[in-house]
T-cell receptor, first 113, second 111 residues
Framework: NAGVTQTPKFRVLKTGQSMTLLCAQD?????MYWYRQDPGMGLRLIHY???????AKGEVPDGYNVSRLKKQNFLLGLESAAPSQTSVYFC????????????FGSGTRLTVV | GDSVTQMEGPVTLSEEAFLTINCTYT??????LFWYVQYPGEGLQLLLK?????DKGSNKGFEATYRKETTSFHLEKGSVQVSDSAVYFC??????????FGQGTELSVKP
């Protein structure tokens, strides 16, 4: 089925550990986004990409890095995890900048202890 | 910058009650407006959208009208069901294409 796939679905990290979250889409979408969801704060944009090889900072980029080496994949990295990064992470993609037709992944629940 | 404000939850209703979730926005230009729904344990799904002033988006009995004069996009449903229990997010996109969300409103419908 076409869509956005996130891996892993759940992860527990110790403070200071690193990890990479993978987002893969098979819809040939140009734009991809990483959001974090925290109670009472909605979804906040971490980083985004407007095409293969490009990345840009969103609203809350500190502590995260991203890469878009292939059009279908958008990776989110945590180099040194902190408890403040405990959250649910969502990836999304869209075909064009007009913004309708966002497709979201099912999320990654990350706990940093 | 652009922003979205929703009424705080949780909202608890009895089945068949009328639902309104208020949403107002601040944006330059002419944003597109959306309502997304998140069922427990799942990702976000687009519920409805409106792309210009006075447009009405509708889906699954839910409606919202793009009111530029009041910068609002309130979500309504005439008769809610238990299966409508979820978190509802109002959102906008502007020329840059980034989706900006409100904080979400949790709806709980009791039988």
């Amino acid at each position: 089925n076409a869509g956005v796939t996130q891996t892993p679905k759940f992860r527990v990290l110790k403070t200071g550990q690193s990890m990479t979250l993978l987002c893969a889409q098979d819809m040939n979408h140009e734009y991809m986004y990483w959001y974090r969801q925290d109670p009472g704060m909605g979804l906040r944009l971490i980083h985004y990409s407007v095409g293969e090889g490009t990345t840009a900072k969103g609203e809350v980029p500190d502590g995260y890095n991203v890469s878009r080496l292939k059009k279908q994949n958008f990776l989110l990295g945590l180099e040194s995890a902190a408890p403040s990064q405990t959250s649910v992470y969502f990836c999304a993609s869209i075909a064009s900048v007009r913004g309708y037709g966002y497709t979201f992944g099912s999320g990654t629940r990350l706990t940093v202890v | 910058g652009d922003s979205v404000t929703q009424m705080e939850g949780p909202v608890t209703l009895s089945e068949e009650a009328f639902l309104t979730i208020n949403c107002t926005y601040t944006a330059t230009g002419y944003p597109s407006l959306f309502w997304y729904v998140q069922y427990p344990g799942e990702g976000l799904q687009l519920l409805l959208k409106a792309t210009k002033a006075d447009d009405k988006g509708s889906n699954k009995g839910f409606e919202a009208t793009y009111r530029k004069e009041t910068t609002s996009f309130h979500l309504e449903k005439g008769s809610v069901q238990v299966s409508d229990s979820a978190v509802y997010f109002c959102a906008l996109t502007n020329q840059g294409g980034k989706l900006i969300f409100g904080q979400g409103t949790e709806l709980s419908v009791k039988p």
